[in-house]
Antibody
Framework: QVQLVESGGGVVQRGTSLRLSCAAS????????MLWVRQAPGKGLEWVAV????????YYADSVKGRFTISRDNSKNTLYLQMNSLRAEDTAVYYC?????????????WGQGTLVTVSS | SYVLTQSPSVSVAPGQTATISCGGN??????VHWSQQKPGQAPVLVVY???DRPSGIPERFSGSNSGNTATLTISRVEAGDEADYYC???????????FGGGTKLTVL
């Protein structure tokens, strides 16, 4: 069955970097756009980034633009999120999600998430 | 940037109908999607493209979208429906996914 497993979360200091991975199984990543969505403790969902199925295009939330980079390796069936210059407000559970495009992207199937804690 | 507005909470008795609204400027011109998130769990898509249901989602879940309001309706509410519900759209002006603030459904 479709499964998305995030990894790479942890406790890091402010200003440092972290790379999250999202391993897909039960389907082939290459035909799908992929998204990252995060959720700060006790808060709602916040979209982070989206990448086209072939990596040809990507967009970011204003809050992370210039600091985060979404990428993918279709040969490894894996999605990534490189996070630089981390801030306390980046503390959240980060979910990867398989995307569907119909006049715009939406997350169709979600992973279980990985927690990133940025300490000051 | 585009903003989606949801009421923070809705309460309903078991067996009754829950209506969860999502407001946005001319939201009727966009495709609206709804995700359910139970405590401690990842979100699950329950309605896409205004009113379609993914496989495995009960027919009790339905959606509509017109004017400045999209609505998620849950008929014959069960205790297991207690969750946070988020509406979301694609804003083509900014090329961003936009989420509403979420509505907590409490089953009395």
């Amino acid at each position: 069955q479709v499964q998305l497993v995030e990894s790479g979360g942890g406790v890091v200091q402010r200003g440092t970097s972290l790379r999250l991975s999202c391993a897909a199984s039960g389907f082939t990543l290459s035909p799908y756009g992929m998204l990252w969505v995060r959720q700060a403790p006790g808060k709602g969902l916040e979209w982070v980034a989206v990448i086209w199925y072939d990596g040809s295009d990507e967009y970011y939330a204003d809050s992370v633009k210039g600091r985060f980079t979404i990428s993918r390796d279709n040969s490894k069936n894996t999605l990534y999120l490189q996070m630089n210059s981390l801030r306390a407000e980046d503390t959240a559970v980060y979910y990867c999600a398989r995307g569907v495009y119909n006049n715009g992207w939406y997350p169709e199937h979600w992973g279980q998430g990985t927690l990133v804690t940025v300490s000051s | 940037s585009y903003v989606l507005t949801q009421s923070p909470s809705v309460s309903v008795a078991p067996g009754q109908t829950a209506t969860i609204s999502c407001g946005g400027n001319n939201i009727g011109s966009k495709s609206v999607h709804w995700s359910q998130q139970k405590p401690g769990q990842a979100p699950v898509l329950v309605v896409y493209d205004d009113s379609d249901r993914p496989s495995g989602i009960p027919e009790r879940f339905s959606g509509s979208n017109s004017g400045n309001t999209a609505t998620l309706t849950i008929s014959r509410v069960e205790a297991g429906d207690e969750a946070d519900y988020y509406c979301h759209v694609w804003d083509s002006r900014s090329n961003h996914v936009v989420f509403g603030g979420g509505t907590k459904l409490t089953v009395l």
